[in-house]
C-alpha cells in the first residue's frame, strides 16, 4: 500500500511501470515473471549503484533513461561510461560492470567468456533502440536520390566515380545530376555504423567485395572520426556522399535505397519493420536472446533494412542479487513505451516498436535473479 | 682572557650558525635532487610501461596478431611493424612540415618582439602570444576543421593544378582539405608560441655590448642581428625548436580532427587519406582496441617515445656541436 500511495503521488505511469518492475524483479525465485505480476509491499525501494559502460552511440539516449529512472527511485545512481562497445563488453564480460551497451552482438569467444562470468545460463541481448543509417550526400539542389544497392556499393568502392554517372541516372528520371567528382566519406575508426553499413552492402549488392567490419575496409575516398567527423566533411563539400545514422543526418540530402522493387527513404519505422521481420541469429541463447540478424535483403514493403540494432548485453541469471534487481527494473523501463520515447527524443533513435518492445519485456522478465 | 671570551662566544655564534644553514643547505639540496631524480623516475616509469605491456605484441607472429587485431593483418603492408613504419614516416612528415613552417615565423616574431617593436606593443605582442600557447589543442581542430580548412581547399586546388611538377604538391588534391599539409598548418600555428616565447628570450639575452659594437661599426639592425645576435643565440634558437617539434610529433586532437587518415609512403601531401600520425591513430582506435589492440598501439606508443628521444638527443649533439662556435663563448 505504501508503494501504491507514493506511485499515487507521482503520477507517472512511467513510475507505476518502474516500482511494479522492482517489485517483480525482486521475486528472486521466478524464472520467467508475468509482465504484470502483483507488487508486494514488504518489498523495500531499490537502492544501490547500477553500473555498465559500452557503446558511445547510446550515450545521449543513456542519460535520458538515468535521468528518469534515477527520478522514480531516489536511492538508485546509474552509471554509464562511454567507452565504445568493445570497451563495453569488456568490461561486461570481466564482471566490472553490470550490464554492456553494443552496437555489436557477442562474438563466438565472447559468448565463450559468458558462461563464466553470467554462470552456465550465459548472456542475452536486449534491443534497445533502432537506428536507421541514412547514406547522405551534399548536392546544390538536389534532395534525395533514389539508389540500388549496387549503385551505393559501387560509389563506396569508387567504381562510380561522378555524380552524373548512367548508374545513378537511371533510377533519378529529371534529377539534375551535376558533372561532379564523387568524394566518398566514411568513418576513420571502428564503428557499429560501418559495421552496418558493410554488413548491408555485403548482404544486399552484389557488387560489394569485402566482407563486414567496423573498420572501413577499402582506401577509397576520406575519413572522418566518429559520425561528427563524417557530418563536418559532408557538410563542408560539395559532391560528398557518406553514411551516418539517422539522428545526426542533419538537412543532408538523403538517398532512399531499393527495396523489392521500389525505394524506400529512411525512416525510423521502416526500420522498425526491417527488424520485426528479422529473424534471431543462428546461436543465440534461448527464445530470450533477442540477437536480430537483420534481414538487409527484404522485400517487406516499406521496409528499410539498412538500420543498426543497439543492443543491451545482460546475465541471463544474475548472482548478485542487488545489481540483479536494479539491471531488471532499469531494463523494463529502458525497453517500455516511456523509456523508448524518451530516448527518441533525447537521442533521436527510433523506437524498437511495440512487436520488439514486447519480445524485449518477456526477455526481460525471464532474467533471474539470486 | 676579556679578550678570548668574546671570541669563543663569536665562534660559537658562528658554528651554530654554521650547522643550521649547513642543515638547510642539505635539506634543501636533498629536496631539489629528489625533484630532480623524480623526472629519471617517471621517465624510467614510462619507458617500462610502453615496453612491458608492448613486448607481447613485439613478440607475437604476426598472424597472431591478425587473427585478433581488425586493422591488422600478414600481408607485408599491413603487419604490425609496417604499419608503424606507416606512421613512423607520417608523423616525421607532418611535424617536419609543421617546423618548416612554424619555426620560421616564431624567428620573426620573436625578432620583432626583441629588437623591432616599440616597448610597449613588444609587451602586448609577447602576452598574445603566451596567450596562444593557452588555447587547447582541441579548439585548434575544431577551429582547423571548420573554419580554415574549408578556406584552404580551394587553394590546395590551385596549388596542385600550377605546381603539380612539385612532388609534394602532386597526385589527386582533396577537395576536403582534409589533408597532411592542413594538419601541418594547424600544428605550425600551435607551436608558434613556444618556440617564440623561447627565442625572444634568448634574443633579449645577446649582451648589449655585442650589438652596440656591431652598431659602432656602422652595421645596419639587421646586419648587427645576423653578427651579434644570431651567433649568440644558435643554441637556443636549435632548443626552441626541438622543443616545438617534440610538441608538434606527440600533438593528438588537432591531427585527429583534421586529417582524413591512411597508411602510405607518399610525400603527396595534398592527397586525402595517405597519412597518418602515431599520437593520432591511438587515439582513434583506442576506444574500440581489445586487449590484443591496446597491446599493439602501445607498441606505437613505445615508438613515438624513441623517436622523440631521439630528436632530442640529436638536438643536444647540435647544440653542444654549434656552441663552440657560437658567439656566446
Known amino acids: ?52 559502460s559500452g ?26 561510461d562511454p567507452v ?7 568490461a561486461f564480460l570481466d564482471g566490472t560492470v553490470s550490464f554492456a551497451g553494443s552496437d555489436a552482438l557477442l562474438s563466438a569467444d565472447e559468448v565463450t567468456k559468458s558462461l563464466t562470468t553470467c554462470g552456465p545460463e550465459g548472456a542475452i541481448h536486449i534491443p534497445v533502440y533502432i537506428s536507421p543509417i541514412d547514406v547522405v550526400f551534399n548536392l546544390d539542389g538536389v534532395k534525395s536520390l533514389n539508389m540500388t544497392p549496387d549503385t551505393i556499393a559501387s560509389i563506396f568502392d569508387g567504381k562510380i566515380t561522378k555524380w552524373n554517372d548512367p548508374a545513378i541516372a537511371a533510377d533519378n528520371a529529371g534529377a539534375k545530376l551535376p558533372d561532379l567528382a564523387i568524394t566518398v566519406v566514411h568513418r576513420s575508426d571502428n564503428s557499429g555504423t560501418t559495421s552496418n553499413f558493410t554488413d548491408y552492402l555485403e548482404k544486399a549488392a552484389t557488387t560489394w567485395p569485402y566482407p563486414h567490419s567496423g573498420d572501413w575496409p577499402n582506401a577509397v575516398g576520406e575519413a572522418g572520426a566518429k559520425t561528427s567527423g ?19 543526418a542533419g538537412t543532408f540530402g538523403l538517398v532512399s535505397i531499393k527495396v523489392g522493387s521500389s525505394f524506400v527513404a529512411p525512416s525510423p519505422e521502416g526500420a522498425a519493420i526491417a527488424v520485426e521481420n528479422s529473424p534471431i541469429a543462428e546461436g543465440a541463447n534461448g527464445k530470450f536472446d533477442l540477437a536480430f540478424k537483420l534481414d538487409r535483403k527484404s522485400t517487406v514493403a516499406g521496409a528499410y533494412p539498412l538500420a543498426l540494432v543497439s543492443y543491451h548485453v545482460l546475465c541471463a541469471n544474475y548472482k548478485d542479487a542487488s ?42 522478465n525471464s532474467i533471474k535473479v539470486g | 682572557m676579556t679578550t678570548v671570551a668574546p671570541a669563543r662566544s663569536e665562534s660559537t655564534g658562528d658554528s651554530l650558525t654554521a650547522a643550521r644553514s649547513s642543515l638547510a643547505n642539505a635539506f634543501f639540496s636533498r629536496l631539489t635532487a629528489g625533484a630532480a631524480s623524480l623526472i629519471l623516475v617517471t621517465l624510467a616509469a614510462v619507458a617500462t610501461f610502453l615496453l612491458v605491456r608492448a613486448w607481447p605484441a613485439i613478440t607475437s607472429s604476426s598472424a597472431d596478431l591478425a587473427s585478433k587485431v581488425d586493422w591488422l593483418g600478414t ?22 612540415m609543421a617546423l618548416l613552417i612554424g619555426a620560421p615565423i616564431s624567428f620573426g616574431i620573436a625578432l620583432f618582439i626583441s629588437h623591432y617593436a616599440p616597448r610597449r606593443l613588444a609587451a602586448t605582442l609577447g602576452y598574445i602570444v603566451d596567450l596562444l600557447a593557452a588555447v587547447p589543442s582541441v579548439i585548434y581542430g575544431l577551429w582547423g576543421g571548420f573554419v580554415l580548412i574549408p578556406k584552404l581547399a580551394p587553394f590546395y586546388g590551385w596549388l596542385n593544378r600550377e605546381f ?118 591511438i587515439a582513434l582506435k583506442f576506444p574500440e582496441a581489445n586487449a590484443t589492440g591496446v597491446e599493439a ?8 617515445f624513441v623517436i622523440t628521444l631521439a630528436v632530442n638527443v640529436l638536438a643536444r649533439w647540435v647544440v653542444s656541436r654549434r656552441s663552440e662556435f657560437s658567439g656566446a663563448n
Open chain 2, 164 to 281: 603539380g611538377w612539385f612532388p609534394l604538391f602532386a597526385g589527386e588534391a582533396s577537395p576536403t582539405g582534409r589533408v597532411a599539409l592542413s594538419a601541418s598548418i594547424v600544428l605550425a600555428i600551435m607551436i608558434l608560441p613556444i618556440i617564440t616565447a623561447v627565442t625572444r628570450e634568448v634574443f633579449l639575452q645577446t649582451p648589449v655590448l655585442h650589438e652596440e659594437a656591431a652598431l659602432a661599426m656602422g652595421a645596419t639592425r639587421w646586419e648587427m642581428i645576423r653578427m651579434a645576435v644570431f651567433p649568440f643565440a644558435r643554441s637556443g634558437m636549435i632548443g626552441a625548436t626541438m622543443l616545438g617539434l617534440g610538441r608538434a610529433l606527440g600533438e593528438t586532437m588537432a591531427v585527429y580532427m583534421i586529417l582524413s587518415p591512411g597508411l602510405s609512403y607518399s610525400f603527396h601531401v595534398l592527397e586525402a587519406s595517405s597519412h597518418n600520425t602515431i599520437a593520432a591513430n
Open chain 1, 323 to 364: 545489481a540483479g534487481n536494479l539491471v531488471v527494473a532499469f531494463e523494463k523501463y529502458v525497453v517500455s513505451t516511456e523509456g523508448q520515447a524518451a530516448a527518441a527524443s533525447a537521442a533521436g533513435s527510433a523506437p524498437i516498436g511495440d512487436k520488439v518492445g514486447a519480445l524485449a519485456l518477456a526477455s526481460v
Open chain 1, 55 to 80: 557503446a558511445s552511440s547510446q550515450a545521449a539516449a543513456m542519460d535520458a533513461w538515468r535521468a528518469a529512472f534515477q527520478d522514480a527511485n531516489p536511492g538508485v545512481t546509474v552509471n554509464y
Open chain 1, 230 to 248: 563524417v557530418v563536418a566533411i559532408v557538410e563542408g563539400t560539395k559532391g560528398t556522399v557518406g553514411y551516418v545514422d539517422a539522428s545526426q
Open chain 2, 297 to 304: 598501439l602501445i607498441a606505437m606508443g613505445l615508438a613515438l
Open chain 2, 75 to 96: 600481408a607485408s603492408s599491413d603487419t604490425l611493424i609496417a604499419t608503424i613504419g606507416y606512421l613512423v614516416f607520417g608523423t616525421l612528415l607532418i611535424g617536419t
Open chain 1, 84 to 90: 565504445g562497445s568493445g570497451g563495453g563488453r569488456t
Open chain 1, 1 to 52: 500500500m505504501k508503494i501504491a500511495i507514493r506511485t499515487g503521488a507521482l503520477a507517472s505511469a512511467t513510475v507505476l511501470t518502474l516500482v511494479l518492475a522492482a517489485c517483480s524483479s525482486s521475486t528472486t525465485t521466478t524464472s520467467s515473471v508475468a509482465t504484470s505480476s502483483t507488487p508486494t509491499a514488504t518489498q523495500a525501494p531499490l537502492t544501490g549503484a547500477l553500473n555498465g
